[in-house]
C-alpha cells in the first residue's frame, strides 16, 4: 500500500506509464507483503467479519445462520450480568489502571536512582513480569488464602485480622488488583525509560533557580513523561478491558467462573462463558463488537483529552 | 504493545469465527480414517477423551481394539471443551468422544452435533439391559438416546472414625438421618480461644456442591422427572437450600468460609477430610481406589455409607445421583459404520471393567460391576450397591442445562456464602429458566 502511494505521488496524481522495473518492483513488493496480508486478511479481517455477522443471527455449530438482527443486542441490554460483567470490569480500569500507574511512576522514579546495586534492583521489580500468568496466579491464591497465606499471616504480625482474599466478594477484586501490581515490571521498564529522556539541562536550570525535588517533580518529570503515561494509560486501559486469565483461575479456585458471587465474573470471562460453556456463539460475538465499540469510544476520549495534558518535547 | 493489546481482543473473535468457518466442509483436516471409501473401511479411529489423568493407560486399553480388529485408534485425552466444540462443528470430527460428564449433551444434541445412537445401538448388539438405568438418565431425551455412560460417580458419606471417638460418639456408626448428621456435626466442630473453627463436623458444599443429592433426598429435583420442566422453586429445592445454609449461620458465614479458605488441595494430604479438620464429608467412589485416601492419607481411619435420608422419609434411603462420564459420536462422522463398532466395544463389560477398575470408577455395566477386581477394592461395593439401589436416579439434564446450572450456582453462594433467604431467589430464576426451556424443547 505504501508502495503503490509513493507511486501515485511520484506521479502527482496523473496516471503514468510504469516502466517495467517498477512494475517489477511494485508485485515484488507485494509478493513481500503477500504473507501479512493474506494471513491478516484470512485471520483477522474475516473472522471480524464473520463475527459481525454473527452478532446478527442465532448462531447454531452445525445449523444455517438464523438472521434476527438486532435481537442480540436487544437481550444483551436486558441481561443483568451483562451489567455485573461490565461493572466489575470497569472497577478494574477506574482503579486497578491508574493505581498500576501511579506506583509504577513511583518505582520507576526509585529505580532511577543512583544507588549501589541500582541493576539487581530493576531485575528484581521486572522479575515478577516474566512470570507466566498462570503460574503468577497461582502463586498469589497461596499467598493470598486467608489463613495460611503469607499476606495474612504478615498483615497478623501488625495485629490486622486479613480479610478473606478469596472468598469475599468485596476483596476478590483488590486481590486481583494487588496479582496485577505485582506484574507491573513491564510499565515500570517503559517509565524508566521515559525518566531517562527527561533533559538534564532543564533539572539542573530548576536546580539554579531553587525548585525543590517536588516542584522539579511536578513542573518538570511529569509533563516531560507524560507521552508515556499515555501510552501506559491506554495499553493499561485496552488490557484492563480483555482482562481474562487471572480472572478466570481464581473465579475457578474460589468455586466457579465468576466466583464468589459473581464478583470476578469480568467481561471477557463473561464472554467465553456465553460463547462456549453456554453455546450461544451470536449473542457472545455481539458482545465481542460491543467490548471493541467500548474500548475504541475509550480509547479516542482519552487521546482527545490527552491533547491538553500530554507534552511532546520533539 | 498496543496492537498486542488490541489483538488479545481479535483473537477472542477470530476464535469465535473460525468456530464457524470450519463448518461448511472443504478445509484442513488431513489424514483420518473417514477420507478412506467405506469399502475398504477405516485406516484409523479417532477418540477424544475431555478427562484422562493417564493418557497412556487409555491409548493401552484401546490398542486392544487394534489388536482384535487390525483398526489403529488414536486417543487424545485430555482434550478441553473447546477444541471439543470445534471439532464438533468442523467437517472432521473424531469418531468417539467421551465428556466428563453428561450435563452438556442435550444442549450439543439441541446443536446437532451428536448422532443419535437408537440405530447403532440396535444393529451392534449393545445390550441396553446390562447398563444401570440411573446413569442412563443423563443420555435419554424421550426415545432418544444421545451417548452411553462409561463409567460414572455416585456420592456417599465418608466419616472419620478417630475424630468420633474424640468427640464421644461411636466411631462405628455414622448419621443415620439428615437431621443426626446436623446432631453430630456440632458435636464434631471444634472453635479455638478467639472463636477461630479449627474443626467443622460437616460442610455441605465440601469440596464442591451437592444440591443435587440433598434434594433428592427432601424429595425433588430442579427438573421434572422427565426433563421438560423447570421446578426451581418447588419445596424440595427451597429445603435442601435451608438444610444446608444452617452448617453456615450456626458456626458463622465469614468463619466457615475462612476455614474452608485454608483447607489444602483436593488432591493432597492436606485436603480437609484427609487433614482430619473436617469430620463427615460427601465424596465420590474414587475416594476409595488406590489414588486418593491410601495414596494421599493411609493411615486415615475411615468408614462410608450411603447418605442418610431425612427422619420422616426413611425410604429414601439409598438415594444416589449417578453423574459421570458419557460417550457419543459426533453427528458429522465420515464413517458410522466403523465408529458405532468401536463404541459397541467400549461398551463391552469387558472393557468397561478393565477400564473404570484402573481408575475405580463405577462400571456402568451390570455384568462389568461383577467383576472380582471390583471386590478387592475395599468399600467399593458400598457405591455398587448405592448405583444399583431402586432409589438411585440419574441427574436430570436438558438443552439449558449449563446456564441453568450456573445460576444454581449462584443461589447456592448466595445462600450459603452471603446468608440469603432462598426463596426469592429460586423464584426470580424460575421465572428466568421456565420459559427458556419452553422454548428450548420447542426447537428440538
Known sequence: MQKMDSVVSQSHGK???????????????????????????????????????????????????????????????????????????????????????????????????KVPGQSIYRVIYYLPSIVPTIASTMLWLWILNPSSGLMNTLLGLFGIQGPNWLKDPLWAKPSLILLALWGMGGTIIIYLSGLQDVPLSLIEAAQLDGASWWQRLIHITIPMVSPIT?????????????????????????????????????????LYQTGFLFLKMGYASAMAWILFFIILGCTILLFRVSNRYTYYSG | MLIKRFSTLVTVMIVIALLAACAPAATQAPDTGGAQPPASGPEKLRVWIEW???????????????????????????????????????????????????????????????????????????????IFPAPMIQCKQGDKIWCLPWGTDIYALFWNKDLFEDAGLDPNTPPKTMEELVEFADKLTKVDDKGNLIQVGFIPDFSWSHTDLYVRMF???????????????????IDALKWQQQFYTKYGVDNVLKFTSALGEYMSPDQGFYAGKIAMMVDGEWQVGPNFISKFKPELNYGVTPFPPPASHPERANTGVVQGTVAFIPAGVKDKEAAGKLFAWMMSPEIIAEEMYANSNLPTSRKASQDPRFKQIKNFDIFINLMASPNATGAITTPINQELSNELGLIEEKVLHAGEEPEPLLKEAQSKFAPMLEEALKGK
Open chain 1, 15 to 113: 496516471p503514468v506509464r510504469w516502466s517495467k522495473k517498477t512494475r517489477h518492483n511494485f508485485w515484488l513488493g507485494m509478493a513481500f507483503l503477500a504473507p501479512w496480508s493474506i494471513g491478516f486478511l484470512l485471520f483477522t479481517m474475516y473472522p471480524m467479519g464473520a463475527s459481525l455477522i454473527y452478532s446478527f443471527s442465532e448462531y447454531h455449530l452445525r445449523a444455517p445462520l438464523k438472521w434476527i438482527g438486532l435481537t442480540n443486542y436487544i437481550n444483551l441490554f436486558q441481561d443483568k450480568l451483562f451489567y455485573t460483567a461490565l461493572g466489575n470490569t470497569a472497577y478494574m480500569v477506574v482503579i486497578g489502571v491508574p493505581l498500576t500507574l501511579l506506583l509504577s511512576f513511583f518505582c520507576a522514579i526509585l529505580l532511577n536512582l
Open chain 1, 230 to 270: 499515555l501510552f501506559n494509560l491506554i495499553t493499561g486501559v485496552i488490557g484492563m478491558f480483555q482482562y481474562f486469565a487471572q480472572a478466570y483461575v481464581f473465579g475457578n479456585t474460589a468455586g466457579s467462573i465468576g466466583s464468589p458471587l459473581n464478583s470476578t465474573l469480568f467481561y471477557s470471562v463473561y
Open chain 2, 52 to 130: 484422562g489423568d493417564n493418557p497412556a493407560q487409555l491409548q493401552g486399553l484401546f490398542d486392544k481394539y487394534t489388536e482384535k480388529t487390525g483398526i489403529k485408534v488414536e486417543v487424545n485425552a485430555p482434550v478441553e471443551i473447546d477444541k471439543i466444540l470445534a471439532a464438533l462443528s468442523g467437517s472432521e470430527p473424531p469418531d468417539v468422544i467421551v465428556l466428563s460428564g453428561g450435563d452438556q449433551i442435550k444442549s450439543l444434541a439441541k446443536e446437532n452435533v451428536v448422532l443419535q445412537l437408537n440405530d447403532i445401538i440396535n444393529s451392534s448388539g449393545i445390550d441396553l439391559n446390562d
Open chain 2, 219 to 237: 424429595g425433588g429435583f430442579w427438573y421434572n422427572d422427565d426433563g421438560t420442566q423447570v421446578t426451581l422453586d418447588s419445596q424440595p429445592m
